[in-house]
């Protein structure tokens, strides 16, 4: 079998039947059934791990070579969706052997953490990779079921792709039995693919070493189109600089970005969060008002009342704050706002805005960037030269209006 086979990875096979079809089967019992249903994926190199809700058990579709590197836990249509992506006709990935970032020890708090070998520009790709574990967030099935199957379906892998799993940081070692489970809650990143609705999530062997910062200085992101994991400077990061992410939304008062960090057991003391009163009160503030614009906005849209100015200075903490995501949407909200009232100089003002926060989300080699200079007329870089300089240059970014 060759990694030839392009599209509809997935072999029309019937499950086989379980010997013991029982919903109320002991936890061995379910094991033994995971083992009685392997069957073989034609991708070399992907382990499916069908799970349905209708049935007790999920079933195994194990590669014929035994380099998998890849699960992926759904339902058997999500999959057959995923399998016709075009991208399993490109090559595999590499991994990412970067000159900009190294993996180093950071103490006993946070254990590894990812640190930059050199100067790394906004927008500039510090790693892409392809994940190692993909699967569909809510399955319909029992936590210890799950356990059960997670692991029959990373024991499917190659031992060097099992081996970055299990190494992977655990912050809930009392999951004795279930370390695998541990090691998801600790490094699953998000992983949405658009045209499949509910929420996915990934495991990484080195994007998940990657520790939170409430200011995060890079971004990460999915991209669907190359199934690969995307981290990209929002800022730039000076050589020996931690690059961290943000876990969570860090829009938000320290006290809630608190909250939502306890499931990964650990208190965040980044700068932020170590502010002296005043300014940590100051930060809490505008955090708290982006947090409440964002929660008054319905489908993205504007909330009653907002006003360009007050658009304007929520834009500027934002950026004070350093929350570059938040910023992005707060300038297509300005944009949207001075469009409907008809001022199209400050339009154009929030589009060049909102094309530089693009540019640092999602990378100067981005999809996105290279519409934005094909719209233009400019190469790449003479784009980039453009929003760097920041100034509006009606004939440059008229075209983009
Ligand atoms: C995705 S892992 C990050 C990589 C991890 N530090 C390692 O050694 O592989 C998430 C875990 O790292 C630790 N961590 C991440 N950010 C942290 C921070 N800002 N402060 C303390 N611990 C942190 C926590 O234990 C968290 O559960």
Partial sequence: MSFGMKRGFLKQTQPVQSPTPNRKATLDTRIQFSEACRLYSENPYI?????????????????????????????????????KLPLW????????????????????????????????????????????????????????????FDNAAL??????????????????????????????????????????????????????????????????????DTFTGRLVAVRPIVAGEEITVGYIDVAGPRAKRQEDLKRYRFLCACKTCSLPPGLAAASDTKRSALAAYFASMKDA???????????????????????????????????????????????????????????????????????FASKTGLSVAELLTALDRESIDHKIFGQLA
């Fill in 47 to 83: 382990v499916v791990a069908d799970y349905r809700s209708s049935s007790p058990h999920g079933f195994l579709f194990l590669p014929s070579k035994s380099d998998a590197r890849l699960v992926i836990v759904d339902s058997l249509d999500n999959i057959q969706a995923i399998s």
């Fill in 89 to 148: 006709n490109d090559p595999w990935p590499s991994p990412p052997e970067s000159t900009a970032f190294m993996i180093k020890d950071c103490g006993p708090a946070k254990s590894l953490g990812m640190f930059a070998r050199r100067p790394i520009a906004r927008g500039d790709l510090i790693a892409l990779e392809r994940p190692v574990y993909v699967a569909r967030q809510a399955l319909k099935i029992h936590v210890d079921q799950r356990m059960v």
């Fill in 155 to 224: 024991a499917g892998l190659s031992p060097a792709s099992q081996a970055s799993i299990t190494s992977l940081h655990n912050c809930q070692p009392e999951i004795a039995d279930g370390h695998i489970r541990g090691v998801i809650l600790t490094n699953a990143f998000p992983a949405n693919i658009p045209d499949l609705a509910e929420p996915r999530t990934a495991l990484f062997p080195t994007l998940c070493r990657a520790n939170h910062d409430c200011r995060p200085n890079a971004h990460y992101s999915f991209c669907k």
């Fill in 301 to 371: 849209k504007i909330p009653p009342g907002a006003t360009l100015a007050r658009i304007k200075e929520l834009i500027r903490w934002a950026e004070e704050e350093g929350l570059v995501q938040a910023a992005s949407l707060m300038s297509l909200s300005g944009l949207r706002v001075a469009s409907r009232e008809g001022k199209s100089e400050e339009a154009l003002r929030f589009m060049v805005t909102s094309v530089n926060h693009t540019r640092s989300l999602e990378g100067n080699d981005s999809a996105a960037v290279h519409t």
